[in-house]
């Protein structure tokens, strides 16, 4: 007795083609329970992220936690960057900055890589060594390295002429 296999190879194929469907119906119902996460960064360096089912609960929060970091900030709503399920990365090159937000870390440093290379190239030539100042993840959780003695130094070598 010989068994016919065709309806189980129509059902693997049939699995076969709707598993990258599942994955990617998974990837958007992830992407739209995300939270929007907002990164704001003052002209002088301060920053504020914060994140929110509500775009506009996100911003506010970004700027007033930007403003009670340092109590002469000044200008934190004037650079932000938003995104919903991403990375967001804050970046200080001397007295410029660089906002990225890309869907991963990955993309989001290159992102802050390629900005970093055009402003070299178009807009200044002699621009200081850039720090990353902050990170925050598709979940909202912020990582800030402490970089204040390698700004410290990069200033001081500025100052120096070296």
Known sequence: MRKDIRPTAAL???LTLA????SFAQTRLEFE???TTVLTIAPDGTWGAASSDSIGTAIAMAIARC???HPQAIGCGASYTSIRGG???GIRCGQRNIL???KTLVEAEQAAIDREVELRRLDVSDMAPCVRVVSVDPSGAITAPYAADLVRMVV???GSGQ
Do not use: M
């Open 87 to 89: 990375w967001s990365l």
């Open 12 to 14: 693997a194929f049939t």
């Open 19 to 22: 598993a990258p469907c599942v």
């Open 67 to 69: 403003n009670g970091r």
């Open 33 to 35: 329970i995300a939270p």
């Open 100 to 102: 990225v937000a890309e």
């Open 156 to 158: 001081r070598r500025q």
